[in-house]
């Protein structure tokens, strides 16, 4: 069965394999792209993710410009990780047209109105300030919403701060309210993300396809492992976005575990932090769950295919 999903992102290295998963599996229909301000400028993510749909050939799905900051704080960009473009490492092809005029939170609301209830899925992969917004101008679209399938949190560890992912630790107001409405949510966090590690191996099978896609999927691998030896520790990349996508395309390659969650708001060392209560089977009445193991052998193939299949 086909899902039709939102993508809502901030490209960024990983939300680009993301855009490219999601566009080249035939069981996913992306009915639209939303971006929002997070690794880079609203205006640079904007035009990446244009230039990532030429790379795919695809020049008629829409993208929507969003919130160009987070709801409370000041904008906190990530250029260690994803450079001063925000897509550093590969020469940005020409958008493949111009944004569109409509708001992403208005995009959202009626696309999720419009369509049948319990049909669109959100996937967002950056700060959730657009999700946030929407829910809060259409508080209707939480029950017409299939599920949110967010990349975000983490509920063992951090990366832009000890206890906080990027995504939540750059605006936990929008986080907050997101991760409290009754919607299904999954949470991919830094647990299950940090296992999608770009390996030699995985370098190799891209390689081995000869494409143009392939070529700047590696260039993005290249800087992306830069940055992840330079500022965290990682031998190889995780790609952390395509992580969420996976999990629509096939839930089989992520197992869960639900559990109830919260998002830190106050602590001194802990805001944006994402707290997982396991110490109770979780209620009959939770939402939400979090993702725990991933198959990597499995996802990658599901990457390297959908790279094959838009070039
Ligand atoms: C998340 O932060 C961003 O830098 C990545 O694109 C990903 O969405 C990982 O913490
Ligand atoms: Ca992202």
Redesign the pocket.
Known sequence: MTRKIILDC??????AIAIILALGTPGIDVLGITTVG??QTLEKVTRNALSVLRVCRDTDLRVYPGCARPLVRQPEA?PS??GESGLDGVELPEPAGPPQDEHAVDYIIRTVMEHEPNTVTLVP??PLTNIALAVRREPRIVERVREVVL??GGYHTG??SATA???IKVDPESAHIVFNEPWPLTMVG?DL?HQALATPEVEEQIRAIGSDCGGFVLGLLDFFRQSYRANQGFEHPPV??ACAVAYLVDSSVVTTRRVPLDVELRGELTVGMTVADFRMPAPENCTTQVAVDLDHRKFWRMVTEAIARVS
């Open positions: 901030d490209p960024g290295h990983d939300d997070g690794n990530a990780i994803h992969t950056g990349m975000g990366n832009w992912e990027f995504n830094l993300t952390h976005d």
